[in-house]
């Protein structure tokens, strides 16, 4: 059974920083590309970023560059999400995603989920 957990999502202020991390248990985990997806109410999944295994490919919304960065600690399959300078509009339920190989900005492209975690920004 393969789990997917996020963890470090909140409340917070506008200007404000959050850390979320995935962490993988029930495979390893090797080879596989790690994303994080958001979604608001009536709207659809929403790509933010993602890293490959190996972590030499990065990438991001143009919503988001400059402001979050994604990294990986493959020796505890996790994988995290470092975002500052939050704004209102990135208040939405974040999803850690894995897919096997190469990173996709496509939802169907991934095969494992994670339950979620609320991301509130206050303005």
């Known amino acids: 059974q393969v789990q997917l957990v996020e963890s470090g999502g909140g409340l917070v202020q506008t200007g404000g920083s959050l850390r979320l991390s995935c962490a993988a248990s029930?495979?390893?985990?090797?080879?596989?590309?790690r994303a994080w997806f958001r979604r608001t109410p009536g709207k659809d999944s929403e790509f933010v970023t993602a890293?490959?295994?190996?972590?030499?490919?990065?990438l991001y919304a143009d919503s988001v560059k400059g402001r979050f960065t994604i990294s990986s600690d493959n020796a505890k399959n996790t994988v995290y999400l470092q975002m500052n300078s939050l704004k209102p509009e990135d208040t939405a339920v974040y999803y850690c995603?894995?897919?096997?190989?190469?990173?996709?900005?496509?939802?169907?492209?991934?095969?494992?989920w994670g339950q979620g975690t609320q991301v509130t920004v206050s303005s």
């Open positions: 995603a894995a897919r096997f190989l190469g990173v996709s900005r496509l939802p169907p492209d991934y095969s494992y």
């Open positions: 029930g495979r390893a985990f090797a080879n596989y590309a």
């Open positions: 890293i490959n295994w190996s972590g030499s490919i990065t």
